[in-house]
Structure formats: C-alpha cells, structure tokens
C-alpha cells in the first residue's frame, strides 16, 4: 500500500458529512404538522443559512440555544407561527438528521487505508455523540464549539486540532467555504473543498482539492482501497 499524503483527515459535519439541509427541512416540516401549520421548508433552509451564522456571530453560547434562537428568527422572518416552548425542535430533531449516501462509504474507505480521521464541529459534545452514531469508522480527533468556546469561522477549532494533532501530516474537509475552507487556507491548512453542490470558489484562492464527495476524497487519497465489510 503507498504510503497516505496525510496521517489525519479532519471534516466539518453537518453539511459535509450530514444531510444537515434535509434534516432541517424534515424538522420544519415535522413541526408545522405538529402546529397544524403551513410552512414553505425549502425557504425555513434558506433563511436558516442565512440567519445561524449572525447568530454565532452575536457572542458564544451553546449550540442548541442557536438553532432555538435561529429557529425563532426564521419563524418570525415566514411569519410562521411558532410557540416559545416548541423553539427546541431544531435541537430534538438533530439526532435524527442523516448522513450523505457516500458519506461512510468514504469514511470507511480512509479508514481502512490507515488514515485517522477527525471532525471539527460547530455543535455540543451531546449533540455529536448522538450524530456520531450513523457513522462507520471511528474519529480520534473530536473538537467542537462547546470545547473551544466559539463558531468557525473563527480559528479556535483549527488551533486546538493542531495541538492535539501535533505534527502529523493532516487536511482538513469540509463543505462550507465560508465556516470551513477560508480559515483553514488563512491559517496554511491543507483543505479539501468537499463542494456538493457545485459552487463557484469564493475569492481567497482554491482549495488544496476539489471534490464532490467524501467518496470521491477517499478515492482521491486512498485508490483502490477496499473497506472491510
């Protein structure tokens, strides 16, 4: 087996390895039957990318008071009627949001070529450990917002998997240009631009790769490696 170009690959979750768009429409969805409510969902997804990182960007506090307090803004942006005690469904629902079709193919795929894989996340450490179980292979490098105190973009999540990676050789994956890809090439980290829906680079500068899917990184690094069953 040639030898991997890197000993550590770290990925961004939700939205890299997570359906995180579909498991946010499901919710919006879930909840309005709940209300007995119309909502347009593809729209609660938009507004939702687009008001949780203002959010973030307000100070830290842990991640299920973002996704109720992002909740809210969207709901009050469709005028959609939601309950201050039902803000949380986000956070109830995240557990059950799932992953990409290639995503543990590719995971075991690394895996089982050798490489140690890690995820950089903006979550709760209880929040993964419940996500953590759709995946196939094993992460030895966990690093979340509740643990360093921020949101990607900022650099707190990069600096602390540095210090725990140490000197090995290692790339970091990951969907979002902004939260991810940006950070990691301001601070001379190898990234892999997992780019699943066919954007246009953002200025900055390209990645290290481009891929489509974790699949396709996996192929990229490790050719011909077979996963075990």
């Known amino acids: ?42 729209a609660a ?14 100070g830290y506090q842990r991640y299920r008071r973002v996704l109720a307090e992002t909740a809210r803004r969207v709901a009050a942006r469709l005028r959609w009627p939601l309950p201050a005690a039902r803000a949380g469904f986000l956070a109830e629902s995240l557990p059950y949001w799932r992953p990409f079709p290639d995503t543990n193919r590719g995971l075991r ?8 894989l890690g995820i950089l996340s903006n979550v709760d450490d209880d929040l993964l450990v419940w996500t953590r179980r759709h995946f196939g292979a094993p992460f030895e490098v966990i690093v979340t917002a509740e643990q360093v105190g921020s949101y990607k973009p900022a650099h707190g ?14 790339l970091h994956a990951a969907q979002s240009s902004f939260h991810d890809v940006a950070p990691a090439r301001a601070l001379r980290i190898p990234v892999a631009w997992v780019n699943r829906k066919g ?6 500068g390209p990645p290290t790769r481009e891929v489509r899917t974790v699949l396709e990184l996996a192929e990229w690094l490790a050719p011909g490696v077979v996963p075990a069953a």
């Not at 550590?8 to 995180?20: E, M, N, P, Q, S």
């Not at 997804?45 to 307000?58: D, F, G, K, R, S």
């Not at 795929?109 to 140690?116: D, E, K, T, V």
């Open 109 to 116: 795929q690394l895996a089982a070529a050798g490489c140690r």
């Open 45 to 58: 997804v938009a507004l939702y990318a687009e008001i949780e990182p203002a959010v973030q960007a307000e």
């Open 1 to 42: 087996m040639s030898p991997l170009p890197y000993d550590v690959v770290t990925f961004d979750c939700y939205g890299t390895l997570i359906d995180w768009e579909r498991g946010i429409a499901e919710a919006f969805a879930a909840e309005a039957a709940r209300l007995r409510a119309l909502v347009d969902v593809t």
């Open 199 to 204: 954007e246009r680079a953002a200025d900055g």
């Open 157 to 170: 999540h990069f600096l602390e998997a540095r210090a725990r990676i140490g000197d090995r050789a290692w």
